[in-house]
């Protein structure tokens, strides 16, 4: 293993935040809200559990052009009664110093068949009936997203706060 390609700073958990998002909500806007509410710059979405009535889900695959790398597929939109089977992600900052979450999910529609992957912020992951979440807040050090040149994605890399 390469130690140069390998990214980590130590962190302690500063505060364990517990949320209950409404219906009709959008998930990302509330937990953005619930961030600025709390001053919480970094952090861990520990889980999340709960309906929504859509998301967008969005997978990587290998690149036609260069199997060495990936791309996204085009996202694959979910409406209905929706269950939000768990969900855990990242809280960060990108390089402007705005507020960034990344949040990954298995959900399953009505015909109960699970789907996993990349929730995509699109304002439009609107909460059904209820979403509960367990937000570790992190002193210490700090994620900070932004463009990574090898992969072309934007991503996420811990910090000394």
């Known amino acids: 293993m390469n130690p140069g390609r390998v990214s980590s700073a130590e962190a302690a958990v ?3 935040i517990l949320a209950r998002i409404a219906p009709g909500e959008d998930l990302f806007s509330a937990l953005g809200e619930i961030c600025v509410r709390h001053g919480i710059r970094s952090g861990h ?3 999340m559990i709960g309906s929504l009535r859509s998301a967008d889900v969005v997978c990587v695959t290998a690149d036609p052009e260069n199997p060495e790398r990936s791309v996204y597929l085009e996202p694959f939109r979910m409406e209905g009664s929706i ?3 768990t969900a855990d992600g990242i809280i960060g900052e990108d390089d402007e110093g705005n507020l960034s979450i990344h949040l990954h ?3 399953a529609g009505s015909d ?3 789907l996993a992957g990349h ?3 699109r304002g439009e992951t609107r909460v059904l009936s209820t979403v509960e979440a367990v937000i570790s807040v992190f002193s210490g050090a700090k994620f900070l997203r932004s463009f990574d ?3 072309g994605f934007v991503l996420f890399r811990p910090f000394p706060a």
């Open 14 to 16: 500063k505060k364990t």
């Open 45 to 47: 979405i520990a889980t």
């Open 83 to 85: 269950e939000l089977i």
């Open 105 to 107: 999910a298995v959900l």
């Open 112 to 114: 109960r068949a699970p």
């Open 119 to 121: 929730l995509a912020d």
């Open 149 to 151: 040149e090898e992969t």
